[in-house]
């Protein structure tokens, strides 16, 4: 009999405090688009652009991954993260460097992109190294260690990159091409986010959905597809630009993202919860989402770029739609847990507590959805088509969803934020 | 003087016990751990209590808070002296092992 004692996750303030970030950084993502439309419509080589660019991958995204993967990492790989404290100042760290990194991109302040981006860069190899050091002692070998694994090694080199180019711009070494930073992109896209995504996704489909398949070979052999793809394409971006080894292997990622797709349907295939809930629309959309970029990325792999603004479209369908429905729609679960385990859990077993739908007003929830899915198509719309308005009509709708989606987190992290407060000055009375 | 502690027989803290469980709920599913199955085994001798339960899955977020919470409320029963849970992960939680009123319960009937 294997008894298997608990307490590994850190306490929820952790990836509480990333969440709230991540958060924020969706927010201002979000009216960020239709304030800089015209900028997005023109072009994607623009310091503005890249401080949008960067506000929603590291501000919004990877805040919220790794707030997600403080919680999740620990219980589903049963794994206690190594070092709990230090990721609570590197979170000070990270949060520092972001916001001074974004706003030097901004307003093209190459000193502020250095300094703050090496603030960054450090941050986010702390978080890595954090994780790595945990994997020795994981127990339960789910694919999303693997995938997690891949992932984390693709950040290394993602920072490793955008660090080299960002001194580049200040310091002025050599002339970055479209191609390079193409590179940089897909490492952080495909790469972290991508598998990171995925990898997160099998495992909290497999527990949301009660769903159980036990064939994993398609899961697994779409690792070795995807990671072959993508050291394939930015290998030939950087050094045979324009030759039809980038688009095999653009083809070969494209495949992969099919598979990945068709896995999933798979696994929800065999769920037991038969009701499909505000979450599981969240992740169809992100799905979608994950087609449309992947056919976009094919027409601009091919080299035929019917305008500046398709590129635009491409990072815009990777990062609010399949990035952005599947966090919206995973956090519909995750902030109602932490909210939960940090109220309730210790009154469960003595009196009633109320479960976690019950936290969460889906009303707000579907009309949040329904907002960021015609706003999001909007804004895509507008930017195949290049037309300025258009996009900044949808991102203000798209924007509505955003408020809508805070709102709803808000009314669950408050009381999360108001006990931390009472605790606080408890230990200050008691010392 | 302190009044003489009511204690049940095994056999009634056994049947109190179950039904303590049946109205503990599995949060994030909305069906108590009883109908979900995840109670494997309770045994009772001299007021003591021994649970064997499990959990949907390995990576279950509640693995921390829920035999927390069936210790606490095993604890409520009068008679009952010690409660040990023992999460165990063999045999593996499957769906089949939900009672009919929680396959309804999920729309799985």
């Not at chain 1, 589903?76 to 030097?104: C, D, E, K, M």
């Not at chain 1, 369908?317 to 729609?329: D, L, M, P, Q």
Request: with cysteine.
């Amino acid at each position: 009999m294997s008894t298997i004692k608990p307490k590994r996750s850190p306490r929820p303030d952790l990836p509480g405090r990333y969440l709230a970030t991540g958060q924020a950084g969706f927010l201002l993502f979000a009216i960020g688009v239709p304030l800089l439309a015209p900028d997005l419509v023109r072009t994607n080589d623009d310091p503005k652009v890249f401080a949008l660019t960067h506000l929603s991958v590291l501000g919004w995204i990877t805040m919220t991954m790794f707030g997600a993967l403080y919680q999740l990492f620990p219980v589903a790989l049963q794994v206690t993260v190594r070092s709990p404290r230090s990721g609570r100042w590197n979170y000070w760290v990270l949060a520092a460097g972001i916001a001074g990194f974004v706003p030097s991109f901004y307003l093209d302040w190459t000193p502020g992109v250095a300094l703050f981006g090496s603030l960054t860069v450090g941050g986010v190899l702390h978080f890595a190294s954090q994780m790595l050091r945990s994997y020795p002692s994981v127990i339960d070998w789910h694919p999303m260690a693997f995938y997690l694994l891949a992932a984390l090694a693709w950040l290394v080199a993602t920072v490793g990159f955008g660090f080299a180019y960002a001194l580049n711009w200040h310091f002025g070494w050599f002339d970055v091409s479209d191609t390079m930073l193409a590179a940089h992109v897909h490492l952080g896209l495909a790469g972290w986010l991508g598998l990171t995504l995925m990898g997160v996704s099998y495992k909290l489909t497999e527990l949301f959905a009660l769903a159980h398949r036990k064939d994993r070979r398609l899961t697994y052999a779409n690792l070795g597809l995807w990671n072959a793809g993508l050291l394939g394409l930015v290998l030939s971006l950087l050094s045979a630009p324009g030759s039809s080894l980038v688009i095999v292997f653009a083809s070969v990622l494209a495949v992969s993202a099919l598979l990945h797709v068709l896995d999933i349907g798979l696994l929800l295939r065999t769920r037991r919860r038969r009701k499909l809930s505000v979450e599981q629309w969240h992740t169809f959309a992100s799905l979608a989402s994950l087609l449309i970029a992947t056919g976009l990325g094919l027409v601009l792999a091919s080299g035929h770029i019917p305008g500046r603004s398709w590129v635009v479209a491409y990072g815009y369908a990777a990062v609010a739609g399949w990035f952005g429905f599947a966090i919206a729609g995973k956090s519909y679960r995750i902030v109602p847990f932490l909210s939960w385990l940090h109220r309730f859990s210790g009154a469960a077993g003595q009196q009633p507590v109320p479960l976690l739908r019950e936290l969460v007003d889906e009303r707000v929830a579907w009309t949040s959805f329904a907002l960021l899915l015609a706003g999001f198509a909007g804004v895509l719309a507008g930017l195949l088509l290049a037309r300025p308005l258009a996009v900044q009509a949808a991102g203000i709708v798209y924007a509505g969803g955003a408020l809508l989606f805070a709102v709803n987190a808000a009314r669950l992290a408050l009381p999360l934020a108001v006990s931390r407060k009472s605790a606080l000055a408890a230990r200050e009375v008691t010392a | 003087m302190t009044e003489p502690m009511l204690r049940l027989p095994d056999e009634l803290i056994a049947s109190e016990a179950w039904a303590q469980l049946a109205t503990l709920y599995d949060p994030e599913l909305g069906v108590d751990l009883v109908d979900l199955g995840l109670i494997y085994r309770l045994e009772v001798s001299n007021g003591e209590v021994r649970v064997e339960m499990t959990l949907t899955t390995p990576g279950c977020p509640m693995s921390d808070s829920m035999p927390e919470a069936v210790e606490r409320s095993l604890r409520l029963i009068p008679g009952v002296s010690s409660v040990t849970v023992d999460l165990v992960w063999e045999p593996r939680w499957e769906p089949e092992m939900m009672a009919e009123r929680a396959r309804r319960e999920l729309g799985w009937l």
